[in-house]
Structure formats: C-alpha cells, structure tokens
C-alpha cells in the first residue's frame, strides 16, 4: 500500500448504474488516476452494479476502451491490466432484493478472505427514476448499516430531484437509509480544481478580502459556456430539465456561494457548508413577474455554426420536440441580500452551443474617480478573473502605462496559469470527489438544507416561466454565439457588459 494511501480509505466502492456514461467517462478514468498518482489502494474493490447481462470481462473491456478515449494521460497499457484486477461486475435488477443480498455475501466472503475492513462506499450513479429504489433496497437488505465498525457511505448523482418537493421526499429516502454525515451530494464542479482556489484566493491573501464587499466591487460576473449541444441521446433528459435546472440550480448558485460567502469558522464540512446555505437563503427571490422579466432572460439555440461546422437548432437535436420551449441558454441578474453585498449584481449566464467551452468567474472592482488623467484616456476597471477551464488559472486586469514619453495608458493583464506554475495537469473533479469520499470529507459535497434552499430560489422563477399567462419571452441565439442580443440588454440596465471571453 502506497504510503499517501490511509488504510481508513480502503473500502469496496459499489457503482449503481454502471453500465452507463459517468461510470465509463468520468468514474473509472478518475480511479485509474487516482491509482497512477499512489492514491488508491490495491486493495480497494470496485463493483459495477448494474441490470444488462455482462461477465466481468466484458464489462472491463467496456470501460478500457472508454477510457482510451478520454483518459487525462497517455494510456498504459501494462498499468490498465493492473489496474483491472480490481474491478468486477454485479448483474442485478435494482429493485431485486435477491441482488442486493448476493453482492453483500460476495463482499463478505472477500473481505473475511482477505482481512479487509468492512467498508462501502454506494455510488448512485443510475437514472434519477431509480434513485429512491436503489437507497430503500441497500436498507432492505441490511448493506446499509454494519455490524462491525466499518463505516457505509452513499454517493448520489446529480440531479437531486427535479424541484424543492421531490427533492425533499428524495432526502427523507435517503434519511431513511443513511445518516446525513455519510451522505455525499455530488456537485462535480466543485472537485474543479479552481473552485476548490476561491476559498484560498479569498481567505489565504490579505488584499482580495478587505476588497470583497460593495464597497469596492462593482458587480461579479459567473459565465458556463459550452459548445456541446445535444450529444449522446441527452435531448430527452435536458429538454425536461431546461439550463436552469440542468445547471443553474447546481453548479452555478455553487460557484456564487464560494464567491459570496463569509468567512467559515473553520474548514470543516459543516462550518463551510453553514455559510454557503446563508448565501442561498439571502438571494433575492424571483417570485414576481416583474422580477422575472427586470431580470432574467432565458433562450434556445437555433441553426448556427459552432468550430466553423453546421449545426441544427435546438429543436432539430435528436429526441427534442420540434415544438420545445425549452431554455438553453440563461442569463440572471441576482441580488445577494446581506451586509457585505447588498446592491452588487452576480449576472450569472449559462448555455450550450456557445462559441466555445469556457467558465470563468470575473470580479469587476469600481472605478477610481476620473480626476487624474486625461479625460480621453478611458480607464477600465480591474477585473479579477478566475478561470476555471478549459484552462485553469487566475488573471488581474490593471490599468498601466505604455511606454514612452506621452502619458498613454492602457489595461494589461497579470496572469497566473496553474499548468505552468505548477508544471503539473489539474486532477479531473472526479478524482478529488472520488478521494474524498474515501477519506470522509464532506465539505465538497452539497447539504441537505443547501440542495432544498436551491431548489426553493429556482421553483419560483421556473413557476413564472413555466406559466404560460406570464407570457416571458423565449429567446433566441445562433448557434456558436455568446448568447441572446436580450442578455447584453440585462447587463445594459446597470451600464454593464459581459466580459468578454
Ligand atoms: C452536467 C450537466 O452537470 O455538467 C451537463 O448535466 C453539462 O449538461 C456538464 O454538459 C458540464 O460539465 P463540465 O465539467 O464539462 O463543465
């Protein structure tokens, strides 16, 4: 055993589901880093759990040739026979309670064979329909709890239920069936290596949080682009779920709690999450149509050319309706209501089929007063730009001079790239998640009062653009754009601009 690897961390790891895209593009490939970098014990097991009719070596050369495709690193081949030794395969239907029992009798048997710990790590990781029938059989069948201190944790997926009441019965489910200490709400954005940073740039520097208020910030800009539309067969899903809930309701209100929070009274799991849920419950709520329409602006994408190739619109995309409403783009102006923000914008703007895959969160600090130079000079504001992918790294604008003779300013950008600085690839989200599950960490992990507080702020808005009466408009935008013409207008009201990317 690798010495960076605790034995507290050694567990079976039983994947529900696994027969399907996350397990074989995200979960395996972040395990098998996860082993590369030393830190995942060979004594760990992973069990794919699933309902298709597969032998162990079949369900192996699945995921091998999946993660060739999109693995971090140069695939080895000699480290992957290695590597797969420690996977296997569990046929069961998931509401057969004959299934559940066997995988346990076979853990068992393997762990009293081996002197192995009896811990499990359940990682949901099936269609969201299955959810609730996955944690009510894992009780039934007793693989919830142990009788010998070993420890039992669940991992659930994304989307934590489709509003705030299907979200609280699924957390009623899943209080029935484990602890909320050892429950793990996924939000994979925040394993992203630069989201995990907000909290260092904010809390381990001394420049950034005496500025970090409205005072001094003009307002904060939160960007999600993506130029993927609808791939493998996701239309059915997403014209259901919208961008709001899709990511709205998840990774962007995450990244806004980081950038908004205060400062938490230790880095424990529940002292960070306790002030992430303040920001949510102090967000100013869109429950009017006035409100709605002062402030939000939603869209879907029509025929358009995205990396210099054709594209269909949205309603063209493979299982859409030709006659869906649905958004595909957002754009929200939101209010933090609290001491330290009170009045600042967070214009937060998410879509698919952008001009090109980028996040970035961008921290527009006020002016100082045009007194000094040349009125013709324009100064810019500092900008403080977190970029969170595809490259990773933190940039300031500031105002210099040019050189020369004349007094000519111009903006510049300091910049700091992670690859560079650190002459090492980030790990990918899941890998960080993956591991702390392993080791119990919570604090990257969504609370029960953090998904229904989330889910309450995006009801409201999505009952008023839902209401047919209300009549808000459903914009458009060309394919490979950066979004509606309306968005530039939200920003417009408070004499702003999205920053450009
Ligand atoms: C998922 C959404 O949660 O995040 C997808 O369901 C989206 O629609 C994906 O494409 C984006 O993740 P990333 O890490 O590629 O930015």
């Not at 200490?181 to 740039?201: F, P």
């Not at 997403?238 to 230790?266: F, I, R, W």
């Not at 009125?375 to 595809?390: A, D, G």
Request: glycine letters at 6%.
């Amino acid at each position: 055993m690798p010495d960076s690897v605790k034995g507290n961390q050694i567990c079976t790891l039983v994947i529900f589901g696994a027969t399907g895209d996350l397990t074989h593009r995200k979960l395996i490939p972040a395990l098998y880093h996860l082993k590369l970098e030393g830190l995942l014990s060979e004594k760990v097991q992973i069990i794919g759990f699933a309902r298709q009719n597969k032998s162990d070596l079949e369900f192996r050369a699945g995921l091998k040739s999946a993660h060739k495709e999109v693995s971090r690193t140069l695939y080895d081949e000699s480290f992957w026979q290695v590597f797969d030794k420690q996977i296997s395969y569990h046929q069961s239907n998931f509401d057969d309670l004959d299934g559940y029992k066997s995988l346990e009798s076979k853990i068992q048997a393997y762990e009293k064979g081996n002197g192995l710990p009896s811990n499990r790590l359940y990682y949901i990781a099936s269609s969201p329909s299955f959810f609730g029938t996955i944690l009510d059989f894992l009780k039934q069948s007793g693989a919830n709890s142990s009788s010998d201190g070993g420890w039992r944790r669940v991992i659930i997926e994304k989307p934590f239920g489709t509003d705030y009441d299907s979200a609280c019965r699924l957390n009623k489910v899943v209080a029935g069936s484990f602890e909320e200490a050892d429950t793990y709400r996924i939000d994979h954005y925040l394993g992203k290596e630069t989201a995990q940073n907000i909290m260092v740039l904010r809390f381990a520097n001394a420049i950034y949080e005496s500025l970090w208020n409205n005072r001094y910030i003009e307002q904060i800009q939160i960007t999600v682009a993506e130029d993927l539309g609808m791939e493998s067969g996701r239309g059915a899903y997403y014209d259901q779920a919208g961008a709001l809930k899709d990511m709205v309701q998840n990774h962007l209100l995450q990244l806004l709690t980081l950038v908004a929070m205060e400062s938490p009274v230790d880095l424990s799991a529940d002292a960070v999450r306790d002030e992430k849920v303040k920001v949510l419950r102090s967000l100013q709520r869109l429950d009017t149509i006035e409100k709605v329409k002062k402030n939000t602006v939603r869209a879907q994408y029509v025929d358009g050319c995205v990396k210099g190739e054709p594209v269909p619109a949205y309603i063209n995309e493979d299982r859409v309706p030709k006659d869906s409403k649905t958004e595909t783009y957002v754009a929200l102006r939101l209010f933090v209501d609290n001491w330290r923000w009170k009045g600042v914008p967070f214009y937060l703007r998410v879509g698919k089929r952008m001009t090109k895959k980028s996040a970035q969160i961008s921290i527009f600090f006020k002016q100082v007063p045009q007194v000094l130079f040349n009125e013709n000079q324009k100064l810019e504001e500092n900008v403080l730009m977190i970029k969170m992918q595809p490259d990773e790294g933190v940039a300031m604008k500031l105002m210099s001079k040019v050189p020369g003779s004349s007094f000519e300013l111009n903006p510049v950008n300091m910049n700091f790239d992670y690859e560079t600085t650190f002459a090492k690839q980030s790990a990918e989200a899941y890998e960080r998640l993956l591991l702390d599950t392993m080791s119990g960490d919570a604090t990257l992990f969504i609370r029960k009062d953090e998904v229904e507080e989330a889910w309450k702020f995006v009801d409201d808005l999505a009952a008023i653009w839902k209401d047919e009466s209300k009549a808000v408009d459903l914009a458009t935008y060309e394919a490979g754009s950066w979004g509606p013409k309306e968005a530039d207008d939200l920003a417009g009201k408070m004499k702003h601009k999205w920053l450009e990317i």
